[in-house]
């Protein structure tokens, strides 16, 4: 394990991977405006359809009145889930082996779902248009609360699922239920506390649409769309619409943020689909903030109790974990799995415990469907949340320093390969470097001491720490799959005649730089510059087939694929080689970009001199063909798991309540370190994101289901004033089973800084005797807990 701090980076062109602060090549476009998103499509012709939207949470539908809207000045078509329902279209598959309205037929079962659509001749006709359609609602009781969902008698929501009587979802458990009791049984300490993990929204800046092609002599579908994985999209499609596979193009062009959202497929890109084959004209559908806000996938919305057992010196025995998870209307959760796979794989944290339970029971509700792993592979951010909680209220009721109470926890180093007490093997860590590095950035014992001053002068400073091991890069082939698909990545990569080259990925950019780091680890491999390597990704014409960008895969996955297929072009370079130098192969040394011949370091050839051969006149060495280009499918044996420590600082106004998150240390290890700026850009965007969860957000619904969270007026997002200068730090642990050792980071600081924020607040509320406080810590609920009416959860 190597430390350091970031003022340590050097520039070092000879080694793509690590050490070189590269900047992105992506920028360029970006800083002109010249990004091309979905809704830069513009295609002659193109129609625009606009879907009208039920106003109310649960009702069954009576009849829905389309004429005035067709007679509408502009209006091309207008369609409703009966007709859809004629073509068999009205129900799409979810990720997660729900079944999901299109558009209703029988009943809306959420505030916001998809009615009716509208194609015209532009936006603005559309949108008209869509206040001319007549529905009659027979309105329902409907259900919001998870709790209440399950009581007899509650309102049934999925009456459409047959034999279905209650609102149920699914229930699944993992761990050692009797072992885990039997060590509670004998525990000096236990410690529980309910917890809730409020739903939030991945809200990016850029919202989900399409433009759908249908070309009717060609029989061929083009479509761009904001997705986060157009290559399982294009199969789900096939599968669904019942087009042929290799008819169907689906292009991912630039994407303004993903965080999740863009991961499942939503009713308005089948409906565009529909809308292009009806009219024969290519047809764009656009959602706006509050659409986006109101319908698409959420995060969260688990009501957690965590319980931990320990002895009275601080060693912890056991963890037990409860969940109802609240899954809104459909099951549309984005995992790789039917149970949450990340909640269960870390939900024990980074501490050496004997045994650990968890039971989740999932409920429907008549709220927006999804469950995306919003920043979060697949509900590692609720499960590091608690139980960096529960650790923290440990810590308080044994009256010893939340670090030290982790320091003592820790996995050991050589503990690793560690398999946890729910079956996971953590690849490798090395926590208490990493712990005491961010102590020491921090100033830990100073910051203690001032905040006891302060205390004795009334004012409220809190230090808040979490330590967490997130499990990142879905997955192996062994243990998931979404729909039946295999999670590999493949990645090919070819060599032009004059040594530049071009990789293709089966992974899809929505602003992580992709382009840039991808280059760098081929260049890494390969020795041609970062410069000459072009990446081509998000079109699923031009790449091989693979699942997509999220659950930080596509370093762990896709990059492994990348590094390895340059390899592979790099063993082929290596024969052409040994034949243009007439020695063996065995006669060759590789140093970053030629070949040498041992002991003779003046013959020699590059890279650029072997790719002109491949292609060129002359003999290649027997059983070779031309070309220099290979292509490869990896199946990761293992996750990654990186970890990091960070410290909060916070100082509560005692006054209003008002929380200002003063200093925030964070430090990362996510093995080798491809591109440490864009890895600080990362953490940076991950911070903030936390700070939002910790203190600001929430969707949240009156008793009518009402959403209330439907414009960013409401729903408050963090800009640059409610942050500090983030500190960033590092370790490196490399992952054993990666090719280049790198595991991911881009979800790492969202997952690692609600509950070090959330640990402050709370200590700094501890003359109070508050032990916990439900997030968003906004001024009310702080100002709640300082008067002991911390809400019940
Ligand atoms: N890296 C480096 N090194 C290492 C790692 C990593 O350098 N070691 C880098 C790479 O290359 C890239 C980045 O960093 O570029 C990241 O990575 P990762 O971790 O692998 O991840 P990815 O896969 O790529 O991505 C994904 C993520 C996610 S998942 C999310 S949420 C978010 C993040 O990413 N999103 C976003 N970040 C971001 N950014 C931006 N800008 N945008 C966006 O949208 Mo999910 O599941 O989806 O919920």
Known sequence: TVHERPDTFHDNDQKPVGHGRMLRKEDPRFLRGRGRYVDDVQLPGMLHLAILRAPVAHARILGIDTSAAEASPGVKAVVTGAMLAEQNLAWMPTLSNDVQAVLATDKVRFQGQEVAFVVADDRYAARDALELIDVEYDVLDPVVDARRALEPGAPLIRDDLEGKTNNHCFDWETGDEAATEAVFGRADVVVSQDIVYPRVHPAPMETCGAVADFDAVEGKLRLWSTTQAPHAHRTLYAIVAGIPEHKIQVISPDIGGGFGNKVPIYPGYVCAIVATIVTGKPVKWMEDRSENLVSTGFARDYIMRGEIAATLDGRILAIRTNVLADHGAFNGTAAPVKYPAGFFGVFTGSYDIEAAYCRMTAVYTNKAPGGVAYACSFRITEAVYLVERIVDCLADELGMDPAELRLKNFIRPEQFPYTTKTGWVYDSGNYEPTMRLAMDMAGYDALRREQEEKRARGELMGIGIAFFTEAVGAGPRKDMDILGLGMADGCELRVHPTGKAVVRLSVQSQ?????????????????????????????????????????????????????????????????????????????????????????????????????????????????????????????????????????????????????????????????????????????????????????????????????????????????????????????????????????????????????????AVVDALKPFGVRHADMPLTPSRVWDAMRGNARPP
């Open 511 to 759: 602003g992580q730089g992709h382009e840039t780091t991808f280059a760098q680890i081929v260049a890494e491999e390969i020795g041609i510059p970062p410069a000459d390597i072009d990446v081509v990704h998000g079109d699923t014409d031009n790449t091989p087939f693979g699942l997509g960008t999220y659950g930080s895969r596509s370093t762990p996955v896709s990059g492994a694929a990348a590094a390895l297929v340059a390899r592979k072009v790099r063993d082929k370079a290596r024969i052409i080689a040994s034949g243009m130098l007439e020695v063996s192969v065995a006669d060759l040394e590789w140093e970053k970009g030629a070949f040498l011949v041992k002991g003779d370091p003046g013959k020699t050839v590059t890279i650029q001199e072997i790719a002109l051969r491949a292609h060129g006149a002359g003999d290649l060495p027997e059983g070779i063909e031309g070309g220099l280009e290979s292509q490869i499918c990896y199946n990761p044996s293992n996750l990654t798991y990186p970890h990091g420590a960070y410290i909060c600082v916070v100082d509560v106004d005692p006054g209003t309540a008002q929380v200002k998150v003063r200093r925030f240390i964070a430090v990362d290890d996510c093995g080798t370190r491809i591109n440490p700026m864009i890895i600080e850009g990362q953490v940076h965007g991950g911070l903030t994101d936390g700070v939002g969860m910790a203190l600001m957000e929430m969707i949240a619904f009156d008793e009518d289901g009402n959403c209330l969270g439907a414009s960013l007026m409401d729903y408050l997002i963090p800009t640059a004033l409610e942050v500090p200068d983030w500190e960033t730090g590092f370790t490196v642990t490399p992952s054993p089973h990666h090719p280049i050792g790198a595991k991911g980071v881009g979800e790492s600081a969202t997952v690692g800084s609600p509950p070090a924020i959330v640990n």
